[in-house]
């Protein structure tokens, strides 16, 4: 971290900033020019708060120069992460589909696509069971039967679960779920992520509406920092002026998240688009540009579905952009994940 400081800034005022720096456990480097002075900051930074630093009185401005992450950041852990779930690896080197419906909404409905998704080949059961409704009139998910169905179904299948948490009072209900996603709602829900820090268990953890990479993985940290280090970032578009899609695809975020971290990435072309028909070349895209995992809604019957319907494919539509997905997944040396419990 570097402070510039105000001209004028008197020998005293430089000495008890200095002071008060040392709290913070680093090393202070003051460098005299013949018109300003500036501190520099040895050390791990991670817990100044900048702002508390900026509003020092002789403070013109300051600077980070380490990113503000620790547990995310691959340059104090150059190593992937691999998350195993129930003999799957995300991030291991193989591409984890992750297809379902946006909502479970009958055990029918939720078994059928199941079957149908595992036998076009995704490796994971997606499945909300408490949904984040714009509108409180909206479907809101069956809560704790919806994820009683998933389990049915994970038994009939063997698909591992991922659904999504949006309550701390509901946590005790994901005991025996496989993967919690935390919605891009909630990605900023610090109680909620501090909570998931402290369980075993892997946290699909989404990009906020309008959030920054950082405060994506300033979210991460929030969760590793209270112990859990299974965190999986995913991409789900970001809001912008652009009206024509749900959300903007923002697939260069995929390789900029792996210089920056070593937690794996998945993208959701299902929310980043909105629209069916662009869920195949983005996933297409996503796959080429790194992802380790796709997060994509499947429904029996996509025109009656209780949400999302217009992002989500049918079971036959899914199954031929596997076909591609698998090619690609080939074709960038990342094959799809085929490993069975
Ligand atoms: C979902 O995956 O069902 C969902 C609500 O996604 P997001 O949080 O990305 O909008
Ligand atoms: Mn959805």
Same mark, same amino acid.
Not at 242 to 269: F, G, M, Y
């Given at each position: 971290?570097?402070? !510039? ?26 460098? @005299? ?64 589909? !992750? ?21 076009? $080949? ?18 809101? $998910?069956? $809560? ?11 038994? @009939? ?6 659904? @999504? ?49 950082? @405060? ?70 996503? !796959? ?54």
């Amino acid at each position: 971290m570097v402070i !510039i400081l105000k001209d004028g800034a008197t020998k005293t005022q430089v000495n008890d900033l200095m002071d008060w720096l040392t709290r913070f456990d680093v090393k202070t480097n003051l460098v @005299e020019g013949v018109h300003s002075k500036i501190i520099g900051l040895i050390g791990d930074t991670t817990g100044i708060d900048i702002e508390s630093v900026q509003s020092q009185k002789i403070v013109e401005a300051v600077k980070r120069v380490q990113e503000p992450y620790k547990n995310a950041n691959r340059r104090f852990h150059p190593d992937n992460t691999v998350i195993e779930v129930r003999g799957r690896k995300i991030g291991g080197g193989a591409l984890n589909v !992750i297809a379902g419906p946006c909502s479970v909404e009958t055990e029918e409905q939720t078994i059928k696509t199941a079957i149908a998704v595992k036998e076009a $080949g995704a490796t994971m059961l997606r499945g909300g069971a408490f949904k984040p409704r714009t509108s409180p009139y909206a479907f809101q $998910g069956l $809560g704790k039967e919806g994820i009683d169905i998933l389990k049915k179904a994970r038994e @009939e299948t063997g698909l591992p679960i991922v659904t @999504e948490v949006m309550d701390l009072s509901d946590l005790d209900l994901f005991e025996d779920v496989d993967i919690i996603q935390v919605g891009a709602r909630n990605s900023q829900n610090f109680t909620l992520l501090k909570a998931l820090g402290r369980c075993d268990k892997p946290v699909l953890l989404k990009r906020g509406l309008s959030g920054t990479l950082q @405060e994506l993985l300033m979210s991460a940290e929030y969760i590793m920092s209270e112990g859990n280090t299974k965190v999986i970032l995913c991409e789900r578009g970001i809001r912008t002026y652009e009206t024509a899609t749900r959300n903007v695809l923002d697939l260069a975020s995929v390789p900029l998240l792996k210089q920056k971290t070593h937690l794996p990435i998945t993208v959701d072309p299902s929310h980043a688009t909105g629209v069916a028909s662009l869920i195949e070349p983005c996933a297409l895209g996503a !796959i080429a540009v790194g992802c380790d995992a796709l997060e994509i809604e499947v429904h029996i019957d996509p025109q009656h579905a209780w949400s999302d319907g217009a992002q989500s494919l049918t079971p036959e539509q899914f199954t031929a952009t596997m076909e591609k997905l698998r090619a690609m997944a080939e074709f960038c040396g990342r094959p799809i994940d085929t490993a069975e419990n």
